[in-house]
């Protein structure tokens, strides 16, 4: 029988932040997770999924819809906004960070916002096991950690090996939508997606339109303060052979 793993193979790309809870963030756990948060089998990490663990979307949802993942929702203001938007479709808020899923569920509920769940967990093991093969009809990855410092750009969840992740849980033609302020994260991504032949490019040009669908938050408006210009990518599923 194999010894069970004691640590992650590779290396998460983000920091685990904690601390005390406001009543309102204490409040939306305790009242608003048992309908938005999905409790999932964990594996070596509390952040980690376990392998044999999958999404049913049926039980989740209460129907079959198209179903959007964003990975690394933040504060949740992109995807509560588009699940406010767009009552047919089904969002999926993945997200380590506790103060975000507080305030995510907070702002859902408010908004009567009932296509939306959360999960809180590492985003790798979300798209390589915990999504059923093909369940996405999108991924959105909105302004992830740079990563700046160069010892630490191994840590990017955009590097090699990643396109075969996201790949696995997109539909055939299905789309993942990317966004950053960092120039050299914008290129790394589009050197590691324009290789990958999973994906094609689904823009003209050096660089993707503003996704309509991306709202502007205080984080973006803060980058552009900063002089940093705003890049998209969008890059479409091949279909599979």
Wanted: charged share 30%; glycine share 6%; hydrophobic share 45%.
């Amino acid at each position: 029988m194999p010894e069970p793993r004691t640590f992650r193979d590779e290396p998460v790309s983000f920091v685990r932040r904690s601390g005390r809870m406001s009543d309102a963030q204490e409040r939306a756990f305790a009242e608003l997770a048992p309908f938005y948060l999905l409790d999932v089998p964990r594996d070596v990490a509390f952040t980690s999924v376990h392998p044999e663990a999958r999404l049913d979307q049926f039980s989740a949802y209460g129907r079959t819809a198209p179903l959007v993942v964003e990975i690394g929702s933040g504060q949740g203001h992109a995807i509560v906004s588009a699940a406010s938007a767009d009552a047919e479709t089904d969002f999926l808020a993945v997200e380590v960070f506790r103060a975000g899923l507080a305030r995510t569920m907070l702002d859902a509920d408010r908004a009567g916002v009932r296509n939306l769940r959360l999960i809180e967990a590492n985003a790798p093991e979300v798209l390589s096991t915990f999504l059923p093969e093909a369940a996405a009809s999108q991924v959105w990855i909105f302004f992830p950690d740079p990563w700046h410092k160069k010892r630490h750009t191994k840590r990017r969840l955009v590097r090699p090996g990643f396109s075969q992740t996201a790949a696995r849980a997109l539909a055939d033609g299905a789309l993942l939508r990317l966004a950053t302020d960092w120039e050299d994260y914008a290129l790394q991504m589009r050197e590691v997606l324009d290789e990958a032949p999973e994906f094609e490019r689904a823009f003209e040009g050096e660089w993707a339109e503003r996704f309509d669908g991306r709202v502007m938050t205080a984080f973006e408006r803060k980058g552009i303060a900063k002089g940093r210009e705003i890049r998209d990518l969008t890059y479409r599923r091949v279909p599979r052979v």
